[in-house]
């Protein structure tokens, strides 16, 4: 259990005498920033990829009145300067400025560059703070990296992470939209890794409200770094790219659907239909909704035939991550990067379809829930589920990263642009993850989830497993702690 001199830590029973602590943010909490933040009078931004914009404008918008400077640093040179500048940052007012000259003024910076300038840069980064200061991260990405290499963190100054469980333009959209309404933003996990004063874990926590975070559980930066590079690669992102071309070509081939409606079945499914459910009933809400016992059967065939071949594959994941295998291909990457950049996929005949589609979705709306594809991705769900609580992930950091973060804030997004777009879009640890292992999925997809699907007969025992499991509890819990508000990606 944490502790925490300016915030009230809550108790919380995740199920079968599952404890876990956490705090409530809120902009109820707003009054008790300035405790918590004694003594900085400047927090550095570093970076204006997706996390940075949404955390520099929601720390300035909830710390007015405090006498705490939100500033933003950049290279020399940066594409990103007009950017800060629109939002209000810049050279003039003071509040924009060098990326490492930031970082040696700052007493609070927080580290939101990508992956690999993180890595590239990180030495200077060190050296040029304060001594004293502290240095949060939302990604636990470089310690990956130096863990890899034996390598650690100077030891005088406080680490801390605040993750939020959504991507940056969700982190700030919700604080906008709930500007009027208290909790209304993305739930965070915090870390402390380096705690020097004693004040590393309300730093922290005071981050994590002023972002909008309307609940904080705890976690580490190795559990964060783990279960985020896994989560992505996995029901995040991967999961949904490949299992969603897989089934569209099914539909196509096996069902003689036209590829307009194989679209529907598959990726409208997933990102349309499935998401609402999970959000607000959880994965067994799905099974529970479907009416008639022909579509129940229907899901249990496809649970059955897609649970272990995704197991398998999640594990695999896992294991790549855990070893540091993950993190040292995206970290060889970065040259190769600068000389053959990566593609987009949107121009294949799908995702093509998938533009008319969301032209015109009224034609579509009122298409009945695939049962199909549900079981297809509640197994996906599942088997992420089991792999990350058999390798001992806190019950809310199983829910946030396997179910939470996909259903309230990536797949809304992916529903509004697609799934092309958000593959074409996420950051480059992201992508890379997702060009390697969403083929994969696909391929597992049809040539072993399918292949049972045809043949296989219903595996009661695992179905037995799935409407038993402690994580529909957990859901149930973890939906008590959601934002007050849904988002928005319309507009």
């Not at 240095?135 to 650690?152: K, T, V």
């Not at 969700?170 to 208290?182: H, M, P």
Request: hydrophobic share 40%.
């Amino acid at each position: 259990m944490f502790k925490s001199d300016v915030f009230q830590v809550e108790e919380v029973d995740m199920g079968a005498g599952d404890i876990e602590h956490i705090v409530r943010g809120g902009r109820d909490k707003f009054p008790l920033l300035s405790k918590a933040l004694w003594g900085i009078k400047q927090i550095g931004v570093i970076g204006w990829g997706s996390q940075g914009p949404a955390q520099a404008q929601n720390l300035r918008d909830s710390l007015a009145g405090l006498p705490i400077t939100v500033k933003v640093g950049l290279q020399q040179g940066s594409k990103s300067v007009e950017k800060a500048a629109k939002a209000g940052f810049t050279t003039d007012n003071g509040t924009l400025g060098e990326m490492f000259q930031v970082t040696s003024e700052s007493d609070l910076v927080l580290n939101l560059i990508s992956d690999a300038a993180q890595v590239e840069h990180h030495e200077r980064m060190f050296d040029a703070m304060k001594f004293g200061a502290t240095l949060g991260f939302s990604h636990g990405f470089l310690l990956g990296h130096l863990n890899s290499m034996g390598l650690r963190i100077r030891p005088d100054i406080n680490v801390v992470g605040v993750c939020p469980k959504g991507m940056g333009p969700s982190v700030r959209r919700l604080y906008e939209q709930g500007k009027g309404t208290n909790g209304a933003g993305i739930s965070c996990s915090f870390a402390v890794e380096q705690d020097i004063d004693g004040k590393a874990t309300d730093i922290a926590l005071a981050w994590a409200i002023a972002i909008g975070a309307p609940f904080i559980f705890e976690t580490t930066l190795r559990r964060e770094y783990t279960s985020d590079l896994f989560g992505e690669r996995g029901v995040l992102l991967g999961a949904v790219h490949g299992i969603a071309e897989a089934l569209y070509r099914y539909f196509i081939m096996e069902c003689g659907m036209c590829p307009e409606s194989a679209f529907d079945a598959s990726v409208e499914n997933i990102t349309g239909r499935l998401s609402p459910i999970i959000s607000k009933q959880g994965i067994i809400g799905v099974y529970n909704g479907l009416v008639g016992q022909e579509r129940r059967h229907q899901f249990e065939r496809a649970y059955s035939s897609a649970y272990w071949p995704f197991y398998v594959l999640m594990q695999e994941i896992y294991d790549e991550v855990r070893t540091g295998n993950e993190i040292r291909s995206v970290v060889m990457a970065g040259e190769r990067l600068k000389r053959f950049p990566m593609g987009d996929i949107d121009k294949t005949s799908m995702w093509k379809v998938g533009e008319r589609v969301r032209g015109n979705r009224q034609y579509y709306t009122g298409t009945a829930l695939n049962p199909v594809t549900a079981g297809f991705y509640c197994a996906a769900m599942m088997a992420q589920i089991d792999t990350l609580l058999e390798n001992g992930h806190y019950m809310s950091e199983v829910c946030n990263e396997s179910v939470i973060e996909a259903t309230d804030s990536l797949n809304p997004f992916m529903h509004h642009r697609g799934v092309a777009y958000m593959v074409d879009n996420c950051s480059t640890t992201a992508r890379l993850g997702t060009r390697k292992w969403g083929p994969r999925f696909d391929h597992v997809t049809m040539q072993s989830a399918l292949v049972n699907f045809a043949h296989a007969d219903i595996d009661q025992k695992l179905i037995d497993n799935f409407k038993e499991h402690p994580v529909h509890h957990a859901l149930q819990i973890c939906g008590q702690m959601r934002p007050t508000v849904d988002i928005s990606v319309v507009g």
